[in-house]
């Protein structure tokens, strides 16, 4: 193993570049892992166009540490690790793990609770300099890390694919599916792709999907989906209303990231329905809020990343519920890591891009 490495540096909104840097160290109860795929989220792609959640503006101050290595997705094999790492992790030289995106504190007040997802210091790989990402050849895993086997037999992209899988999962949750519950899907993303998946294992009546590529509805069946509905097409609102007896879906769960996204579902669901609303938005949304109130008396519930759900996630790629090899369309190497962004925000020609580095 040399002493420097490559990695992808993110110095500001559009400012990423490829640099030598010092392979990290890792210090007690920590570990090293020699990083063998990473995927680029869509909250990546907004901190690199400028996003105010990650850059700050007149009501918040910037979430990213610059310069750090980005990358919060990801697979690898452990390297080296001390006795207390692996006694904490039950994990060895050799073993390929994840580890989700959040590093908690586990001392502040929701970690005490055990929401450690909403930690207030909020560590997450790739956008703080306690926790750099993936971006790169290795990664140091600190030791507050959460850390999970999986199997070596997938492919890395594959693997890396639990992160956004859980998060999915999670929204899932919150939705809180019964059997006869229909539930809409909007976008077919690697995030909807992964809440079709979810919601299917739920066992409701329906589940369908909004998206406005036709490939992506597509994979929205394969997924689990029953329908798969192209907005730009049909009236989904009123569509939805007719599957439904004129009364609306019971459960939509947001995943575009658009604006119209909200609205839409705002209109599509019946009086005391529940709205998941995952997406990181690059703008703020407004709504008609007496819709929420006194117009239906809805559940609109936030979801983010995939606490208690990484398990389940993994369990589901290792037994192909869900074609992971569809859903990853592309893997370049790191160093085309300004390709792989653009591919992401383009949005047409691909669905999951993954580096390697």
Request: aromatic content about 6%; hydrophobic content about 40%.
């Amino acid at each position: 193993m040399t002493d420097t490495m490559q990695a992808v540096v993110c110095h500001g909104p559009e400012d990423y570049r490829l640099e030598r840097r010092d392979v990290p160290q890792p210090g007690p109860g920590e570990a090293l892992m020699r990083v063998e795929a990473v995927g680029i989220c869509a909250s990546d792609l907004k901190c690199y166009h400028g996003a105010p959640m990650f850059w700050g503006d007149a009501t918040r101050p910037a979430y990213c540490e610059s310069p750090v290595v980005p990358g919060h997705e990801f697979t690898g094999t452990i390297v080296a690790l001390d006795g207390a790492a692996e006694q904490r992790w039950d994990v060895k030289v050799g073993d390929r793990v994840v580890s989700e995106q959040i590093v908690p504190c586990n001392a502040c007040r929701y970690c005490q609770r055990g929401q450690y997802w909403l930690c207030q210091p909020h560590q997450i790989y790739g956008f703080k300099k306690a926790t750099h990402g993936a971006m790169a050849e290795y990664l140091l895993i600190p030791a507050n890390a959460r850390v999970h086997h999986i199997s070596a037999d997938l492919p890395a992209a594959h693997a890396a694919f639990a992160e956004p899988l859980s998060c999915a999962l999670h929204a899932v949750e919150r939705a809180t599916i019964g059997m006869e519950d229909v539930v809409v899907v909007a976008g077919a993303g690697p995030i909807g792709l992964g809440m079709i998946a979810g919601a299917r294992q739920r066992g409701p009546k329906l589940v369908v999907s909004l998206d406005f590529d036709a490939n992506r509805r597509d994979l929205a069946k394969a997924c689990g989906a029953d329908l798969a509905l192209d907005p730009g097409s049909t009236d989904v609102v009123e569509e939805v209303r007719k599957l439904t007896g004129g009364y609306g879906c019971d459960v939509y769960l947001e995943a575009t990231g658009h604006p119209a996204a909200v609205p839409q579902g705002l209109q599509m669901l019946r009086k005391a329905g529940v709205f998941v609303e995952y997406s990181v938005m690059r703008e703020p949304v407004t709504v008609d809020w007496t819709i929420i109130g006194d117009s239906k008396e809805l559940d609109i519930r936030g979801a983010h990343l995939g606490p208690y759900c990484w398990p389940a996630a993994i369990r589901m790629i290792e037994n192909n519920v869900l074609p992971v090899e569809r859903i990853v369309t592309h893997q370049l190497p790191v160093t085309q890591f300004a390709e792989g962004l653009d591919l992401v925000g383009d949005g047409t020609r691909s669905v999951k891009v993954a580096l390697i580095p």
